[in-house]
C-alpha cells in the first residue's frame, strides 16, 4: 500500500535579535509539521516582499521590537498580493494606534493571523500549534492584545449571547488551541468542550458573518471582527477580558 505524507508547512522567519535567529535555526527544523525556508534579518524596505515572492511561504513569523508605518504598508502588500499566506506577528511594544492597524491587518485577506507579545509565545509546543493554526486561516489574538481592544468599550452584543465557559472556550479557540488542549487548559472533559462548541455554533449562526462550513475559523473571525466594530464605536464602558490562559 503507497503511504501518505502530511504536506510540511512553508514557514520563512524574520527576526531582528541575532539570538533569537540562532534560537529558530535550532528549534524549528525538529517541528514535524514545519519546513523551514530561511531566517533573516529584517533588511532593507521592500526586502519582505521580495523574499515572500521568490520563497513562496505558507506562513511567515516576522518578530519586531516596534511597528513602523512603512513595516505595516509592507505587510498590507503582502496579505494583498498573496492572500493566501498566514502571518505570525510577535511584538515587544504595541500603542493604542497599533492595534487598529494590526486588527485592519488581520482581517485584510483570508490567510491566518496570529498577534502575539514576543514574551507570551515562550513554548515550543505553543509556538508550532500558532503556526499550524494560521495555516488553516485562524486569527488568533494573544489576550493582552485582545484586552487592550475590548479596553473602555461597549460589550460586544454576539458576545453577550454566550456563557461564560463559552467564552472562555472561544478564547482558547481563537488562539488557536485544539479541542484536546481547550479540554486540557479547562480541567474538563473533551466531551464536554464539543457540547459547549456546539451550543456556541448554535448561537452564532443567526450572526449572517458566520460560515457554517468553517466553523472554527469562523468564529475566531467573528471575534475579531466583532472587537473591530465595538471598537469603533468610540464609546466607554467596562472591559470584557478576552481570556486568561495561554
Do not use: W
Given at each position: ?39 533573516t534579518n529584517s533588511g532593507q524596505p521592500g526586502a ?110 454576539f458576545l453577550k449571547q454566550l456563557t461564560a465557559r ?81
Amino acid at each position: 500500500m503507497e503511504q501518505t505524507h502530511t504536506k510540511l508547512i512553508k514557514l520563512y522567519v524574520v527576526e531582528e535579535q541575532e539570538l533569537f535567529r540562532e534560537v529558530y535555526k535550532a528549534i524549528l527544523p525538529s517541528m514535524a509539521s514545519v519546513e523551514l525556508l530561511d531566517v533573516t534579518n529584517s533588511g532593507q524596505p521592500g526586502a519582505l516582499s521580495r523574499t515572500v515572492s521568490a520563497l513562496k511561504p505558507d506562513v511567515m513569523l516576522l518578530s519586531t521590537k516596534r511597528l513602523s508605518p512603512e513595516l505595516v504598508a509592507e505587510l498590507e502588500k503582502i496579505r494583498t498580493d498573496y492572500p493566501k499566506i498566514g502571518i505570525v506577528l510577535l511584538l515587544v511594544f504595541y500603542s493604542a494606534q497599533d492595534i487598529e492597524l494590526l486588527r485592519k491587518l488581520a482581517l485584510k485577506s483570508e490567510g491566518g493571523m496570529a498577534l502575539f507579545l514576543k514574551q507570551s509565545l515562550d513554548q515550543i509546543d505553543q509556538l508550532s500549534r500558532t503556526i499550524i493554526a494560521v495555516n488553516q486561516g485562524q486569527v488568533i489574538l494573544d489576550p493582552p492584545i485582545a484586552t487592550f481592544m475590548f479596553a473602555g468599550k461597549p460589550e460586544c452584543p454576539f458576545l453577550k449571547q454566550l456563557t461564560a465557559r463559552e467564552l472562555e472556550i472561544l478564547s482558547l479557540l481563537a488562539q488557536g488551541y485544539t479541542n484536546q488542549s481547550i479540554a486540557s487548559s479547562l480541567f474538563i472533559d473533551i466531551k464536554t468542550v464539543e457540547h459547549h462548541l456546539n451550543s456556541m455554533y448554535s448561537k452564532l449562526r443567526a450572526n449572517p458573518d458566520f460560515n457554517d462550513k468553517h466553523l472554527r475559523v469562523s468564529a475566531a473571525r467573528l471575534y475579531l471582527k466583532t472587537m473591530g466594530n465595538e471598537m469603533a464605536h468610540g464609546q466607554e464602558s467596562r472591559p470584557y477580558l478576552a481570556g486568561s490562559r495561554i
